[in-house]
């Protein structure tokens, strides 16, 4: 089985701070790990994939996620927040080699305040 | 525009009358599929289909149905819809899904209210 958690239901930072949006997942096999946005009243949007290579992945709107397999996380953060990037945040994982579909966590509301 | 297009937004309805959610796609995706978004739940599968009359279940199948009679519909159907598929459900397309993790694209969504 897979499964994604995001232990944070809300994520609350002052607008210039750096913010962190965390997930952790667990697999039985080598991860595809994503993260996806939703703005309000719209279907998600993609921001960046952790395929293989390099643990530090880099995406749109100045979005980075790390992988560290040894404690099977993949957070998604960035330097300076800005209050358009409030929205909810989707951490999703699927098997490398594996037809199983990607899995999504339950979502991290993040807020950032002028 | 690409775009991933479903119809309608808002729809509210009878439990057991059938009804049926459009999703057409314009990129010549291969792959298709429908999610639904329940708070706390986040975002769950219920179909879906990796090609022209492929298609499987997802996760939560139950009470619903598909068809994929050509590349670019893939509409979700609810022959007797009941209160708690009350939810809000996205179609999604994918160039090849198992060749590159190509991602997922979404339509805005259709929210579904069964009284």
Known sequence: AQSVA???????VAEGNPLTVKCTYSVSGNPYLFWYVQYPNRGLQFLLKYITGDNLVKGSYGF???????????????T???????????????????ARQLTFGSGTQLTVLP | ?????QNPRYLITVTGKKLTVTCSQNMNHEYMSWYRQDPGLGLRQIYYSMNVEVTDKG????GYKVSR????NF????????PNQTSLY???SSLRWLENNSPLHFGNGTRLTVT
């Not at chain 1, 300076?80 to 080699?97: K, P, Q």
């Not at chain 2, 009679?69 to 670019?72: N, T, V, Y």
């Open chain 2, 69 to 72: 009679k050509e590349k670019r």
């Open chain 1, 64 to 78: 980075e996620a790390e992988f560290n397999k040894s404690q099977t996380s993949f957070h998604l953060k960035k």
């Open chain 2, 59 to 62: 996760d939560v199948p139950e």
């Open chain 2, 1 to 5: 525009e690409a775009q991933v297009t």
């Open chain 1, 80 to 98: 300076t927040a800005l209050v358009r990037d409030s929205a909810l945040y989707f951490c999703a994982v699927r098997v490398s080699g594996s």
């Open chain 2, 75 to 82: 509409p979700l159907i609810l022959e007797s819809p009941s």
């Open chain 1, 6 to 12: 995001q232990p944070e239901d809300q994520v609350n």
């Open chain 2, 90 to 92: 996205f179609c999604a």
